[in-house]
């Protein structure tokens, strides 16, 4: 059985693929402060920065989760994130355009055919 922080590690591994194949540059991955932890932080095309949080789930044959990937990041992760990625923009202003400021995105991923 693939443990849980495994499927986390594969899914941002999908998701920073993804992205580079849609012309983001990505900055750094798991950045980790006391305060929280980004997993992508990344450029899109139109140079705003950022924040994406991967939220990863096994998909396992003939079932139907009861919740999507999405429904992980609760209300409170989400302020944590927000929060960390408030401070990250802050403590980075040089990689922030200003006309475009930040954002933060979820990418939801289903893993078939791991156990």
Do not use: C
């Not at 590690?9 to 998701?15: D, H, P, S, V």
């Not at 194949?21 to 450029?43: C, P, S, T």
């Amino acid at each position: 059985m693939t443990q849980k922080s495994e499927v986390g590690r594969i899914g941002e591994n999908i998701a920073a693929a993804y992205l580079i194949k849609n012309g983001y540059k990505i900055i750094e991955r798991n950045h980790l402060q006391k305060w929280g932890e980004l997993d992508i932080v990344a450029k899109d095309p139109n140079g705003t920065l950022v924040f994406v949080e991967v939220k990863t789930m096994r998909q396992l044959p003939n079932s139907f989760a009861a919740l999507d990937p999405e429904d992980n990041l609760t209300a409170a992760k989400l302020k944590k994130l927000q929060r960390t990625a408030q401070l990250f923009a802050g403590f980075n202003e040089d990689l922030v355009n200003q006309k475009l400021g930040w954002r933060i995105d979820l990418v939801a991923i289903y893993l078939s055919g791991v156990k």
